[in-house]
């Protein structure tokens, strides 16, 4: 699959380089063309580099790295993002105190509106760069989930699938609001990482747990309060 990195930091870098290994053409793209050619050119395994413009042209889908910018602002015209699949690794700031006011408006759909004509997801926000260092093994031994949502059914299905290839465990969330409690999940592993573990490689895993032979507490009762 054809993959445009739109800014390509640790995020982006990584990310890149991680589905670069695993055949997946990469185009790596920058403010300025030097930055994203310096990246290929760290990266190898055939990827290239160059303007964010022409990362946008190159993708099938489009990594969107760049926190709280109007795609506007970064590519020549947005018309470039029709119909292709853009999945948003973005967070919100983080405030002082971690005091995050509610989300009502995520991130992910706030890019859906600036750029209606694209099929945003959202993905990879939940983790630190540093985990993905440890992809695909033994990273894939730790079944850590990365949380998909997208309003296009098939766009989710093809986010899902790049997770798996690198190592994750992908879960549907469902439709593109779900994103607004994907983010603020976001926002708790930042506060547990940074604020309480202090420790990068913290992240999360959803398991399903096998059911109870016995329900020897007395089951799930309707609660009368």
């Not at 993708?59 to 948003?88: C, F, M």
């Amino acid at each position: 699959m054809k993959i445009g990195v739109i800014g390509s930091g640790n995020m982006g870098r990584s990310l890149g380089l991680l589905w670069a290994e695993q055949g997946h053409e990469v185009f790596f793209g920058a403010r300025k063309t030097e930055k994203g050619q310096s990246v290929a050119a760290f990266v190898e395994r055939g990827t290239q580099g160059g303007t964010n413009d022409e990362a946008a042209k190159f993708g099938e889908v489009l990594l969107y790295t760049v926190r709280g910018v109007n795609p506007a602002e970064v590519l020549t015209s947005v018309e470039v993002l029709s119909g292709k699949i853009l999945i948003d690794c973005n967070n919100f700031e983080i405030p002082e105190g971690f005091a995050y006011p509610p989300i009502v408006q995520s991130l992910a759909e706030k890019l859906a509106s600036e750029v209606p004509n694209a099929r945003v997801a959202k993905a990879f926000n939940t983790m630190a760069q540093e985990v993905f260092e440890l992809a695909p093994d033994p990273l894939k031994d730790h079944h850590v989930s990365v949380f998909v949502c997208a309003d296009d059914v098939e766009a989710r299905q093809v986010v899902m699938k790049l997770a798996e290839d690198i190592g994750f465990a992908a879960i549907d969330c469902g439709e593109l609001r779900h994103a607004r409690l994907v983010e603020g999940l976001g926002d708790f592993i930042r506060f547990m990482l940074i604020g309480q573990l202090q420790n990068p490689y913290a992240t999360i895993s959803v398991n399903v747990l096998p059911a109870a032979s016995e329900q020897r507490l007395g089951g799930r009762q309707a609660s009368n309060l």
